[in-house]
């Protein structure tokens, strides 16, 4: 049986090896086999014997169907520092799955920087720390600025996803989530200071911002990135998510 | 002339069997939209024969009881009742599980809004068309048999009689209180069997399926989800047919025993009205019924050949605007003809013939008001419902807080037209004007229960698409008539508790009419003493009643709701491959639970009711239970108004979050939203529509017992 490896990066950070395919194995990982979790997950499937920090001996050995036939579930092969020792080129689609178990695959794309500007950006990092950032700096320049080895801290890999904005004052938000519910005075300020002080590159408005990230406050896309390459998993537009995706957009509570 | 009854009758049935096959011979679909339709026919049916099962034992007892103390008549029209109340329910909720697949497949196949609408209306309409036809179908046969063959509605038997027990009534009104208890109480069991069924399966299906697994709503790996479904069929369709074919019924029977202790209660004086003009004003009223509902059938036809409809609630309602129109026009021309020439002595005309058709406007301008007040203050169009959308962005109890509020200011606008309208109908035609003002009102019920039951037929399509993965295009389509569904459903419910408080007030004007006895031939005054500790005393233990009763109701709900909740969650727990979509859930067992629930839970609700106003009436006698009829009558026209419309409007603002506003679904205020809607959830399905029956129902057993109780009861004895 074919084994597959998944870079889990949301909520938590690892490797697991397994025998489902990825839309069975995104509904397992939300939905539990029977322990009855409804969680949101993102991971991305990677190329195998892609780094040489991960055991994929291991996962041969372990990561056989039951004696019943069932295919095996999961073996872990990593829990922490995943992302950063996978190569940037190993990533192949990206899969965010649902409370319920619904899974949506977003093809790999390389960053050409071409999206729209904005006057300020709000970026929920995703992996490896998850705060959620109001910044000047475009995309590709966060990335730079966050894994340059040069400044005091640093992450050699990051994965973050490009937040949409609304209006302070219009009850016309759109179906955003709770991310905009409290403090939204704060998340003004946020704002503020990033906008008229042209040294500050960027503030945290959250430290840790896990239970409010929902994917329908994805703008763009998600980025995943070291100093070197960055790529572009952009989100689907909601016309395509419509007529392709219904199950999963309704999941998401995006319909 | 009684012609004129069974024409509208046979025209209304037979539109109703002509719209009944236009709907079944459209193609139901592809195999997986006709095996859910089957899921939800079977789990309704199953539901729907085991409470008739139950009732019809009880209705039974109930018909020898009456047969052997009342008269052998009264009971035989309590079975007439009966039958034609639970046809009526049976016919409509065979249609929905026709109609909700068709409705599915048309919207598929077509993916055009007008036509799918008129697949559901048309669905609906045979609903509707079978409340009207089916009542008037029961009442033709008693003015036929019982009044012409009879001889009860001659001058010898327009008299009071005294049976074996020394009880005293007037035949003919003993008759048609008999046939409209029969009703009333086929709909006491389908309101509240079916609304404690609804709401079971619905919260049930919420509380697990979208709260805790965060499945969107008529998921097909919901295990509630047929059962919400059926739940629909049950308690929206039968139960809104059965409540409002009651309180028609009961509008017609009040206008006919007023006209008739009229007539005998002022034979000696002067200017006493004949018994010709009499038996006129007994025929009155089904005359206008039957008029009423073939102008329904115009004002339903006129949908269904429209073409091009785009907005489906401006067509909804130029449905029965049309309806309205045509009952006023030909009413007028009729009651012109029919009273011509006519002295109506005593009888409190102010406009002469005219009188009792003036009352029957107001009545039926009443109710337009009272439904638009409804949708005033539950649709998201308006401020009351959007202000709590703006209250969840605070939480969950503010959600609470704003929406009891909305509920309960809502309250006096309606009752300031029903009071208003009652002053006004009695000012211009008496007593019989306000019987006349609640049967213009109804009128057009035809009309109005095929509005109403369109929506939860295109609910249960908007169903059956999400379960059948039907392209977005087409679900998009029956949820845009679902949620028109919803605004029709509010005014639908606001328009069920006016009819029935106009109803109950002119049977307790009945009630105090009845309890004349031989003799009473020179004016007999309807005087009820609030300064009469019995009477008092009765009020206040009447004004509770309604909140024990409402109380039992929601308790009800909430135990069925928790068997259902702890078998999803089993469902979810032992499976898991129906999360996956690998496996199907066992909907059948939801179904049962649902069922079980009901069917054991609506008994006592139904048994309150029936039998408070006869141990009461036993135990203190007739002004206690006098004083119990207000009480109860009053108290629950406002928790009627309030439930509803705090229900209805927790409900929509909910809808209006999801709409996109205040951060949209998944939002903390959405989460606040959901909170405030499934509290709403059984306020509005269950407590509120059940309480339009309790009013009705405590009426009628009164007016058939008081004869009874007024002679045999404890305080009496003791007094003696």
């Known amino acids: 049986m074919k084994i597959y490896y998944y870079l889990t990066i949301f909520p938590i950070e690892s490797l697991i090896a397994s025998n489902l395919e990825p839309t069975k194995f995104g509904s397992y990982l939300s939905t539990g086999s029977k322990k009855g979790s409804y969680e949101n997950n993102i991971f991305i499937e990677i190329e195998e014997g892609c780094s040489n920090f991960f055991d994929w001996d291991y996962a041969k050995k372990k990561c056989v169907p039951k004696e019943n036939g069932e295919p095996k579930h999961s073996v872990y092969l990593s829990i922490y520092r995943t992302l950063e020792n996978t190569p940037i080129k190993a990533l192949k689609s990206i899969y965010l799955t649902t409370k319920d178990g619904r899974t949506l695959e977003i093809k790999p794309e390389i960053f050409d920087n071409n999206l729209s500007e904005k006057k300020f950006y709000i970026y929920q990092e995703i992996c490896p720390t998850r705060p959620l950032i109001v910044t000047s700096l475009k995309p590709k320049d966060y990335v730079k600025n966050i894994t340059n080895k040069e400044n005091k801290t640093y992450i050699p890999t990051i994965a973050f996803a490009d937040i949409k904005t609304i209006s302070f004052h219009s009850e016309n938000t759109g179906s955003l989530g709770p991310l905009y519910d409290r403090n939204i005075e704060h998340l003004h300020n946020c704002v503020n200071e990033v906008t008229l002080n042209k040294d500050k590159l960027f503030k945290i408005v959250e430290r840790s911002n896990v239970d409010k990230f929902s994917y329908q406050i994805i703008g763009d896309g998600i980025f995943v990135g070291d100093n070197q390459t960055i790529i572009f998993y952009r989100m689907i537009s909601v016309e395509d998510l419509r007529r392709y995706h219904y199950d999963w957009a309704r999941s998401a509570q995006i319909f | ?720």
């Not at chain 2, 002509?18 to 199953?46: C, H, S, T, W």
């Not at chain 2, 039958?83 to 919207?107: E, H």
């Not at chain 2, 039957?290 to 050949?305: K, Q, V, Y």
């Not at chain 2, 409809?309 to 029965?320: C, D, R």
């Open chain 2, 1 to 720: 002339m009684l012609a004129i009854v069974f024409i509208s009758v046979f025209s209304a049935l037979a539109f109703a069997a002509g719209n009944y096959f236009a709907v079944k011979r459209k193609d139901p679909g592809l195999p997986i939209m006709r095996e859910i339709a089957d899921a939800i026919a079977q789990g309704a049916d199953a539901f729907i024969r085991h409470e008739y099962g139950v009732i019809f034992k009880i209705g039974i007892i109930i018909a020898i009881i009456l047969g052997i103390i009342v008269s052998w008549y009264t009971g035989i029209a309590f079975l007439i009742g009966a039958l034609m109340s639970s046809s009526a329910g049976w016919v409509g909720m065979k249609i929905a599980v026709i109609a909700n697949v068709r409705v599915s497949n048309t919207a598929r196949t077509t993916k055009s809004m007008g036509s799918t609408l008129k697949v559901a209306f048309q669905g609906g309409s045979v609903m509707g068309l079978s409340v009207g036809g089916f009542a008037l179908l029961g009442l033709g046969f008693i003015y036929l048999t019982f009044g012409k063959f009879l001889n009860q509605l001659s001058e010898q038997q327009l008299t009071i009689v005294t049976n074996w027990i020394g009880i005293n009534f007037i035949p003919f009104t003993m008759t048609v209180s008999g046939y409209a208890l029969g009703c009333s109480i086929i709909a006491m069991f389908d309101r509240v069997g079916g609304g404690i069924y609804t709401k079971a399966a619905d919260m049930g299906a919420d509380l697990v399926g979208k709260t805790e697994a965060h499945i969107p709503e008529d998921d097909p790996r919901n295990p509630a989800t047929i059962a919400d479904n059926v739940g629909d069929n049950v308690g929206d369709v039968a139960g809104l047919g059965a409540d409002l074919l009651e309180s028609y019924v009961g509008a017609i029977i009040s206008s006919i025993v007023l006209a008739a202790y009229i007539f005998y209660t002022s034979k000696s004086l002067e200017n006493s009205i004949t018994a010709s003009l009499t038996i006129k004003l007994l025929k009155y009223p089904i005359f206008f019924a039957s008029i009423g509902i073939l102008s329904c059938i115009i004002g339903i036809a006129s949908l269904l050949i429209r073409k091009n409809i785009k907005k489906p609630h401006t067509a909804l309602n130029f449905s029965t605007w049309v309806s309205e129109g045509c009952t006023i026009f030909f009413t007028l021309i009729f009651t012109l003809i029919y009273f011509k020439g006519e002295n109506f002595g005593i009888l409190a005309f102010r406009f002469g013939a005219i009188s009792p058709w003036l009352s029957s406007v107001i009545g039926i301008i009443a109710g337009i008001v009272i439904g638009m007040l409804a949708e005033y203050y539950t649709s998201y169009d308006y401020n009351p419902t959007k202000n709590i959308a703006a209250a969840s962005n605070e939480g969950a109890s503010l959600t609470i807080t704003s929406g009891l509020a909305v509920g309960m200011k809502s309250t006096i606008l309606p009752v300031i037209i029903l009071g208003f309208g009652i002053i006004l109908a009695d000012f211009v035609g008496g007593l019989y004007g306000v019987a006349m003002a609640a049967i213009g009102m109804l009128s057009v019920v035809s009309a109005t229960v095929s509005v109403d039951t369109y929506g939860p037929i295109a609910d249960n399509a908007g169903g059956i698409s999400e379960m059948s993965k039907l392209e977005p295009e087409v679900r998009e389509i029956t949820d845009h008539l679902d949620s028109v569904g919803n605004t029709t459903a509010a005014i639908g419910k606001g328009f069920a508790i006016g009819s029935a408080s106009l109803a109950a007030l002119s049977l307790f004007a009945s009630y105090l009419y009845t309890q004349a006895g031989p003799g009473h031939t020179t004016g007999y005054s309807l005087i009820i003493n609030l300064m009469d500790t019995f009477s008092l005393g009765g009020a206040i233990i009447g004004a509770a009643l309604p909140f024990l009763f409402s109380g039992i109701l929601i308790d009800a709900v909430a135990k069925a709701a928790q068997q259902m909740v702890m078998e999803v969650r089993r469902q979810f727990k032992e499976n898991p491959k129906i999360l996956s979509g690998e496996e199907k859930p066992d909907y059948r067992r939801c179904i049962k639970i649902s069922s079980a629930g009901a069917i054991n839970q609506m008994k006592l609700p139904a048994f309150i009711s029936v039998l408070t106003p006869l141990i009461t009436g036993f135990l203190f006698g007739a002004k206690f239970v006098g004083g119990l009829l207000i009480g109860t009558t009053l108290s629950s026209i406002m928790l009627a108004i309030f439930t509803a419309n705090s229900g209805g409007a927790w409900d929509n603002a909910k809808k209006y979050i999801e709409q996109g506003r205040f951060g949209g679904k998944g939002s903390s205020a959405h989460a606040a939203g959901i909170i405030g809607d499934t509290v709403g959830d059984p306020l509005k399905d269950t407590v509120g529509p059940s309480l339009d029956i309790l009013i009705k129902i405590m009426a009628v057993v009164s007016l058939i017992m008081v004869n009874i109780f007024g002679k045999y009861n404890l305080v009496g004895l003791l007094q003696k």
